[in-house]
């Protein structure tokens, strides 16, 4: 009967001869392994992503970056399991703030997911982690509920045109507001960001440049 200890020196003569065929030593695997840059923990490294983001994005997941730094801060980026960003995913769920359009923490989870994936991400392009390694990338996000937005109904859009023209200190300003976004269903982004240039009169048309400067044009109220 063979014993471990044979039994191991057969499995490290076997390794060895196999890194011999390919050309390397043992030597080689340490200064490859030794050439990747040390991995930080989740509080120092959560700071360089920020400084890379834009302030949407920033505001989008910063929140959920202090959840994790809070539950993580002292952890490196490659000691958390698929398992563990569930349970931290069921914790922030949990915990989330209730508020009149709440739905159980659902999207709160789901952000959650997708602010470790753009933490991650940015480890995997600073060969911090290989992408194989990328905990997040192996834990599905939600399924995404129905959306609980709707239109408003004519009879109380024109309520609130009604009352703003009784009530506004400037009726004809804003009641012209409202019309715009009633015609061009634009944001509030795009209307606080229209230029005397962006109106064509002869058409009837306006330039709009909503979310990430995306242009397009749009029929203005006509008076």
């Not at 390919?22 to 490294?45: H, I, K, Q």
């Not at 700071?47 to 952890?75: H, I, M």
Request: contains cysteine; hydrophobic residues 35%.
């Amino acid at each position: 009967m063979t014993s471990p200890a044979s039994s191991q020196q057969a499995n490290i003569e076997a390794a060895l001869l196999v890194l011999k065929s390919m050309g390397l030593s043992v030597e080689d695997l340490t200064a490859a392994s030794s050439s990747r840059p040390p991995v930080p923990t989740f509080a120092e490294y959560v700071p360089v992503v920020s400084a890379t983001l834009t302030p949407a994005t920033l505001r989008a997941y910063g929140s959920y970056w202090k959840r994790v730094t809070e539950q993580w801060g002292d952890r490196y980026l490659d000691e958390p399991t698929p398992s563990e960003v569930k349970q931290l995913v069921a914790y922030v769920k949990a915990n989330a703030v209730q508020r009149s359009n709440s739905r159980g923490g659902h999207n709160a989870a789901e952000n959650l997911i997708s602010a470790l994936r753009c933490l991650y991400r940015h480890a995997v392009d600073d060969g911090l982690i290989d992408e194989k390694d990328n905990p997040a990338s192996k834990v599905p996000k939600p399924r995404r509920q129905p959306s609980t937005r709707r239109a408003l109904d004519d009879a109380r859009l024109a309520e609130i045109n009604q009352v703003t023209a009784i009530t506004s200190d400037d009726p004809e300003l804003d009641t012209l507001i409202l019309r715009l976004h009633t015609e061009t269903a634009c944001r509030r982004g795009g209307a606080l960001a229209l230029r005397p240039r962006d109106l064509d009169r002869e058409q009837c048309l306006i330039m709009l440049r909503e979310k990430a400067r995306r242009s397009a044009g749009s029929r203005s109220p006509q008076p």
